[in-house]
T-cell receptor, first 117, second 113 residues
Framework: EAGVAQSPRYKIIEKRQSVAFWCNPI?????LYWYQQILGQGPKLLIQ????????DSQLPKDRFSAERLKGVDSTLKIQPAKLEDSAVYLC???????????????FGPGTRLTVL | AQSVTQLDSHVSVSEGTPVLLRCNYS??????LFWYVQHPNKGLQLLLK????ATLVKGINGFEAEFKKSETSFHLTKPSAHMSDAAEYFC???????????WGLGTSLAVNP
């Protein structure tokens, strides 16, 4: 079974530029998550999709960050314009999810390391 | 409201000695609980999970955790630490119908030779 795929693995940009990350979850997984992990900290959930609908985006800085999952499969996360404090690893995860309260384990991709200069 | 607290930000043990990483949670619902491990410059990997079945959960690499409802705890243990266990460990709780996960701040485990 293929894991969660992310690209690119590394990205270096200047502040105020824009950047996009791509994630392909495990086939059949309904829930997709984007996390931001700043060096030395735990993952912070940015947005959670259930199929192609948003379940939680309360911590997404919507003035500069956007995400979509149009067909309920792969997803893109965009930052425009980037700030220095956006330097982090952006993790994508997916989970199978069945039932109402059941939460299957999340499978993580390798992440994209973003450096904003 | 749901929350999770990892009681130690850093734990240091000697190789071959027991490991104890502590996690307490707060939840209004019956929670699902997870422990994830992150090795340096590597992705997050699930160690084990509790989902209202057996309270003693066995995971990979010899780790296990016990769900104690009365103490609202889900501590991670291993009888004998190995050098390869050095990593960051995260306790995670899911305790709501919206499937929102709450992450602890992490515990850094160092294993000394």
């Amino acid at each position: 079974e293929a894991g969660v795929a992310q690209s690119p693995r590394y990205k270096i940009i200047e502040k105020r530029q824009s950047v996009a990350f791509w994630c392909n979850p495990i086939s059949g997984h309904a829930t997709l998550y984007w996390y931001q992990q700043i060096l030395g900290q735990g993952p912070k959930l940015l947005i959670q999709f259930q199929n192609n609908g948003v379940v939680d985006d309360s911590q997404l800085p919507k003035d500069r960050f956007s995400a979509e999952r149009l067909k309920g499969v792969d997803s893109t996360l965009k930052i425009q314009p980037a700030k220095l404090e956006d330097s982090a690893v952006y993790l994508c995860a997916s989970s199978l999810d069945r039932g109402v309260r059941w939460n299957n384990e999340q499978f993580f991709g390798p992440g994209t390391r973003l450096t904003v200069l | 409201a749901q929350s999770v607290t990892q009681l130690d930000s850093h734990v240091s043990v000697s190789e071959g000695t027991p490991v104890l990483l502590r996690c307490n949670y707060s939840s209004s619902y019956s929670p699902s609980l997870f422990w994830y491990v992150q090795h340096p410059n590597k992705g997050l990997q699930l160690l084990l999970k509790y989902t209202s079945a057996a309270t003693l959960v066995k995971g990979i690499n010899g780790f296990e955790a016990e769900f104690k409802k009365s103490e609202t705890s889900f501590h991670l243990t291993k009888p004998s630490a190995h050098m390869s266990d050095a990593a960051e460990y995260f306790c995670v709780v899911n305790a709501g119908n919206n499937r929102k996960l709450i992450w602890g701040l992490g515990t850094s485990l160092a294993v000394n030779p």
